[in-house]
């Protein structure tokens, strides 16, 4: 299976600030039809996971422009330029290209 | 609005059964593969098992291959986890998801496997 690893797996941050998670698969992410199926996602206290970001850099419906995802092949970024309140919770990257589909360990994120 | 409502968790002992539920509204739910993801207390995200449109096609974890069935009923927009002996392990709370990129997820439902 592939496996997804990612860092830190704490990210203290102060409101305001940026704040960037890494994403490191063991093997390449391109699938045969040229896509690259790398997913983001946060898990807030209590709650369901929500997709936030789809095949690397696409942001889901609602997902604010503080999130953005990039990388290629085996590494990937998420990024918040701006972290608020509400963005505390756990991230998650996961693979969709190779069965079955893996999910990284997670990064949980707190406010300073 | 995509809703996912997952049913049918519970307490079973070792080497039980459980048959999980997930009701699905929102969307054309004939159209889209759909999974099921697991996560244990406290833990991160696994997943189980996902199937095509027409159910002709369905892959799982290996741990559970042999023990869990994936199955879905398009009239009743319905998706189903057949869960069958169950071991300590599986405790978990199980999550119902749409498509193979996992894009919406139901509220979950906890599976609780001890004597």
């Not at chain 1, 093997?27 to 790398?38: A, K, R």
């Not at chain 1, 789809?54 to 990388?71: I, L």
């Not at chain 2, 996902?50 to 096609?57: A, K, L, R, T, Y």
């Not at chain 2, 199955?71 to 405790?91: F, G, H, I, P, V």
Request: aromatic letters at 10%; charged letters at 15%; glycine letters at 12%.
């Amino acid at each position: 299976d592939v496996v997804m690893t990612q860092s830190p797996l704490s990210l203290p941050v102060t409101l305001g600030q940026p704040a960037s998670i890494s994403c490191r698969s063991s093997q390449s992410l391109v699938s045969s039809d040229g896509n690259t199926y790398l997913n983001w996602f946060q898990q807030r206290p209590g709650q369901s996971p929500r997709r936030l970001i789809y095949k690397v850099s696409n942001r889901d419906s609602g997902v604010p422009d503080r999130f953005s995802g990039s990388g290629s092949g085996t590494d990937f970024t998420l990024k918040i330029s701006r972290v608020e309140a509400e963005d505390v919770g756990v991230y998650y990257c996961m693979q969709g290209t190779h069965w079955p589909g893996t999910f990284g360990g997670g990064t949980k994120v707190e406010i300073k | 609005e995509v809703q996912l409502v997952e049913s049918g968790g519970g307490l079973v002992q070792p080497g039980g059964s459980l048959s999980l539920s997930c009701a699905a509204s929102g969307f054309t739910f004939s159209s889209y593969w759909m999974s099921w993801v697991r996560q244990a207390p406290g833990k991160g995200l696994e997943w189980v098992a996902n199937i095509n449109q027409d159910g002709s096609e369905k892959h799982y974890v290996d741990s559970v291959k042999g023990r869990f069935t994936v199955s879905r009923d398009n009239a009743k927009n319905s998706l189903y986890l057949q869960m069958n002996s169950l071991r300590a392990e599986d405790t978990a709370v199980y999550y119902c998801a749409r498509g193979a990129s996992v894009a919406n997820w139901g509220q979950g439902t906890l599976a609780i496997v001890s004597s």
